[in-house]
């Protein structure tokens, strides 16, 4: 970052590369919104280049980088207040895989696959819709623990909370992940391979 | 139940579960969770949810956009390397509102001198004249009526004899037969302001000499330029050293005290606020015992400065004679020869037959027969 800010665009160039993904896998959980997942990435590089001059060599670039992606993750999250994350139990859009019933029945009727393969494919949608159904101060802390392997104390500064309160917040997200797994019939111990994300 | 309690390593379960605690931290917590069922439940259902969410596999980052960024960020990047815009200070945001607004008020007040300088009234420029040409005659070896007032009975002719008399200025300027009335509205103009207040410099260095000698009203120091004028004009003599009086400036109202005449020259001199104009202008009869001042100290030249103020004063009857009378007998006798033919004119059309006629007879056929001294520029 400091020799983009010396002018190098290589070293931007690298930066994207590195950071790109991760960075987008972070918004797109964040918001559970794949096109305004894709604005927000561009809004957030676009800050990364205009904010560059602003950038002290103390922070931690990704602390950094999180930090302007979640603030334009909880703004655009306040103009999209009107979209509500779905309910299990209401109808699911038209254009939704399971003709507009609710996820408890689809996943009765699929029961359990002896391809896993299927299996995860088929219960993808659940588990994002149990991640989009953890409160947002949660949500940000377990997508940035568990799927971009961000320390607590990373967490806590580009939350702008104490690590106890990001630890708080951890907890409180995997207890209701658990419990709305449970009531969705995931269980995690019928995982392919029984390996976490980030862990 | 928690850190004191046996389940103390209960709280680091959670750090337990994503390896961010030191090795020595870990394996005490593992110990403890192998020994205790509810520390291992707990743990069994962090690593549950963990392992469920990681379904979720990563997806890729869209590719659409990326040239466009990049290129902006180039074209930063550049902008970085050539610092042309260097990152604006909060104090340079800060400091801009100040700086202009002080720059405008010093504009502000710079036209506001300017104006006070080259809008005086047609009275002010001719006592303007009148003392530069007084100024002016004592240092040139040739006699030269100076100005008279506007609006008297006679100025028409003591204009003439002032435009042919302004040694210096006709040199710059006028032509000898301009009359200065032409000329007024001419002064309006840039050209006209530049070289009025070149000249109020000069008449200002010129007043600078009897003030640092004579102990008169301290003023500011003329510009350099004025100084370096003054430095190359040959000496004056004793009676241009006298200190002029300064009312010029009031609109060719002379100042009665000494308080007025200081406020007169800070006036002159651009320093003075608007109000000090509107000082109560002197009766004639103040302005002629100022004359009387003058003449008593030898001071003739700022005698006959007196008396033209007692002319703008709109002196009558008697008083007018006396005061012309006397200026035939103070420029005859500095040797302003066309002004005081002016002047003694004057007295004998006045009063053919009174003693100031009679005398101003006699100085009218002295200057007469005397030859000139030089030609009159």
């Given amino acids: 970052m400091l020799a983009f800010r010396a002018g190098d665009a290589r070293a931007f160039s690298v930066l994207v590369r590195k950071h790109r993904t991760p960075v987008f896998n972070f918004i797109l959980r964040f918001t559970g919104h794949r096109a305004r997942a894709e604005d927000v990435l561009q809004e957030t590089w676009l800050k990364v280049v205009r904010s560059a001059p602003d950038y002290e060599t103390k922070a931690k670039f990704t602390t950094w980088l999180y930090t302007i992606a979640r603030n334009l993750c909880v703004d655009s999250a306040r103009k999209e207040s009107y979209r509500q994350t779905a309910s299990l139990d209401s109808p699911r859009g038209a254009a939704g895989e399971d003709d507009g019933r609710p996820l408890s029945e689809v996943l009765r009727d699929e029961g359990a696959s002896p391809d896993r393969g299927a299996y995860n494919a088929r219960v993808r949608p659940l588990i994002e819709r149990a991640l989009a159904a953890l409160p947002e101060e949660q949500r940000e802390v377990f997508v940035l623990r568990e799927y971009n392997g961000m320390p607590f104390k990373d967490i806590s500064e580009v939350t702008g909370v104490s690590e106890n309160t990001v630890k708080s917040r951890m907890r409180y997200a995997l207890e209701g992940l658990r419990r709305r797994l449970n009531e969705l019939g995931v269980d995690g111990d019928l995982a392919e391979d029984g390996r976490t994300v980030a862990g | 139940m928690k850190t004191q309690s046996a389940h103390a390593h209960e709280d680091r379960l959670l750090d337990f579960a994503y390896d961010e605690l030191p090795l020595s931290e870990a394996q005490a917590v593992e110990q403890h969770v192998q020994g205790c069922s509810r520390c291992a439940e707990t743990l069994q259902g962090i690593r549950g949810v963990r392992r469920s969410m990681a379904r979720l596999p ?320």
Avoid at chain 2, 95 to 115: I, R, T, Y
Avoid at chain 2, 182 to 206: F, Q
Avoid at chain 2, 249 to 255: F, L, R, W
Wanted: glycine residues 6%; charged residues 25%; aromatic residues 2%.
């Fill in chain 2, 58 to 377: 990563r997806e890729e980052a869209p590719v659409e956009g990326l040239d466009s960024l990049l290129a902006y960020a180039e074209q930063s990047a550049r902008r970085a390397a050539a610092g042309a815009e260097p990152a604006p200070r909060w104090w340079r945001r800060l400091m801009a509102p100040a700086l202009s607004m002080a720059a405008v008020s010093v504009l502000g007040v710079v036209v506001l001198q300017v104006n006070e300088e080259s809008v005086p009234t047609a009275v002010t420029q001719i006592a303007f004249k009148s003392q530069e040409g007084s100024a002016r005659l004592v240092e040139s070896p040739a006699p030269a009526p100076p100005a008279p007032a506007a609006s008297a009975p006679a100025a028409d002719s003591f204009a003439e004899a002032d435009s042919s008399g302004m040694a210096v200025e006709d040199e710059e300027r006028a032509p000898p037969s301009k009359s200065k009335y032409k000329s007024a509205p001419a002064m309006r103009t840039g050209v006209a302001r530049g070289e009025a207040r070149r000249e109020r410099s000069k008449k200002m260095a010129l007043r600078e000499e009897p003030s640092a000698v004579g102990g008169a009203p301290s003023s500011p120091p003329a510009p350099a330029q004025t100084q370096a004028e003054v430095a190359s004009a040959p000496p004056p003599p004793p009676a241009a050293a006298a200190p002029e009086p300064k009312w010029a400036a009031s609109g060719g109202k002379a100042a009665a005290s000494k308080e007025e005449m200081n406020a007169l020259d800070d006036l002159a001199e651009g320093h003075a606020q608007r109000g000090s104009v509107s000082r109560p202008s002197p009766s004639p009869g103040e302005l002629m015992r100022q004359a009387d001042r003058a003449l008593l100290a030898g001071e003739r030249s700022q005698e006959v400065t007196f008396l033209r103020a007692a002319l703008n004063a709109g002196p009558q009857g008697a008083q007018a004679l006396t005061v012309f009378s006397r200026l035939c007998a103070a420029e005859s006798a500095l040797g302003r020869r066309r002004n005081a033919l002016e002047s003694c004119k004057r007295v004998v059309a006045m009063a053919p037959d009174s003693s100031e006629a009679r005398s101003a007879h006699r100085l009218l056929e002295r200057m007469l027969q005397a030859p000139e001294a030089s030609p009159e520029p």
